[in-house]
């Protein structure tokens, strides 16, 4: 029920998708079809804006549709699944008969309830009125306290977040864990920082809070009042927070405390009371991700009044709902979160939305069918063979490195024929038979989706890892990174056209979807993910020199960023994004390696005049071919740590000795960068 999700831990992704190889014959069409010159603009020089040179033309044809804050190669693949997925439900709900408790019957009425707009309607904020009652009745901080502890046991992460992850330094344990959390604004920035840019978008939040609260029964100076206090508080919780940049430290993320100790640095919290109302009273070791903010809510329990707290709750009660209730709250909320926050002009229609909900809620069980209609077996196999030849490349490069010592070396090779590689779908599906759905409640479907959610972690707290476990649905249109279990997921949403081609020739799909193995591989190796050792343990296995070394290439590469204008005056920021940056670098380098090495010095006629080798970076261009609307962008800049996609295509090739030679870059084009400036890490 939160809008903004936290990234509970140090898994990355990557917010794309994926290719193939060798093998099935191609025919000539497909192959001509993988790169379209007139999607490309070609009046434009490639050294000068090689984004536009890729995709002027793609650019130009697809405008952003209202409902989208920015349309890519992503976004399309994001649209197509849910069509699919629509399919599917569509399906499930015509099945007649299907048992109360089956996954069909849950599937059904999830979705059926989330379309039911006329029992939404009729209800209005009735849905949550018993909620405001118990909230408006509590007697004192300590209630407060217990009812936050009943709110994250429903799955509402009310004022931080509790779950359990594995042990940063025991990764084959579950552990518990504290994060910091309860701002209704994405980033700690937009409350503290006082350019023009912060200050209206303060002002847009609080009239927003302030309108919430009136269509939940407020007068006007009442709502106005609430909205002054709300703001108050979450300004106070961004103060006790690390920035985005901060929270890229795992090391200083890792603080393990028993409970006593966690009681004695927050004396101001019931933490007893808390774990006695969730249900699990001796939690073990406990690791606060952020102690100053856990100290800090100490404080502020006693600095605030009663009424205070109430509201707090009131509008974390009334903001996580919203989606779910009558037409009147969703519009306020998509007024806010969609059009001021990222410049949308329309909301998704009503299936969309609720189709994207019952995935969230179902995400396996409806994944299963996913695959079931969608992933051909012979996609996995392509990919394992893709996989292993880019270990195979990576390897070979980590061996010819000049700035890290051979003991080193073997370590880091070790740690890469060490990651594990999930493809397609989990080998083992949830179990949803605990979850109930009913037919005539949205909000109450959702609920007991988050409820059900909430206890499945809870009760991995001190038990081993489940290593087969995947962290994002097959039908997600991403991949991810895992430090903890050392591995690289590729969900089945993201293996197809026009990342993962299988009737594409190898440059254009080792450009594609090697290329995001190969960033995905890399993570393990970037700034946070080098940190971790083969078996997923935080445990420095550098030597000072190696990891000084290390840095001093990494720095290259984030002044590359900083120096980068993606919007007037705004820059990337080269530090929040180093990861994603070392990841891209490293996955073209990686992926043009195991490229050549699948040509096997067979140099095959070029395509539309353009040569192999430049087909495999129009292929890594055209993945991240994109439209953004500026409140968009600016908001990413702050808040994402992936770069714009512009920025993606026009700075890591540029390292590229081979890409600078296959398109005759000069020193007299814009983006070019000299020998000696470029980045070269893995
Ligand atoms: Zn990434």
Redesign the pocket.
Known sequence: MNKIKVVTMAI????FAGACENGAKKTDKAIAKAINPELMDLTVKPGDNFFKYVNGGWMKANPIPPEYSQYGAFTILYEQNQKQLKQLVAEVSAEKNAKKGSVSQKIRDFYNSGMDTLRIEKLGVKAIQKDIDEINALKDKKAVQQYIAKMHKAGASTLFYFFSTADQRNSSMEIANFYQGGLGLPDVDYYRNNDDHSVKLRNDYKNHIAKMFQLAGDENTTSTKRAETVLKMETTLANNSRTRLELRDPIANYNKFTLTQLNDISTGFDWSLFFNTIGLPEPGDINVGQPDFFSGLSTMMQQYSLDDWKTYLLWNLINGSANYLSDDFVKQDFDFYGKTLSGKQAMKPRWKRVLANTSGALGEALGQLYVEKYFPPESKKRMVTLVENLRKAFAARIEKLDWMNEDTKKKAIEKLNAITVKIGYPDKWRDYSKLDIVADSYLANVRAANAFEFERTLKKIGKPVDKTEWGMTPQTVN???NPSNNEIVFPAGILQPPFFNKDADDAVNYGAIGVVIG??MT?GFDDQGRQYDKDGNLNDWWTEEDAKRFKEKTEVLANEYNNYTVLDSLHVDGQLTM??NI??LGGLNISFDAYKMALDNKIPEPIDGFSYDQRFFLGYAQVWRQNIRDKELMRRLKED??SPGEARVNIPPFNLDVFIKAFNITKDDKLFIPVEKRAYIW
């Not at 990355?12 to 917010?15: A, F, S």
Request: glycine content about 6%.
């Open positions: 990355t992704i990557l917010l991949a991810y990174y960033h995905e993570h990861g994603e990841a891209d740590v992936h």
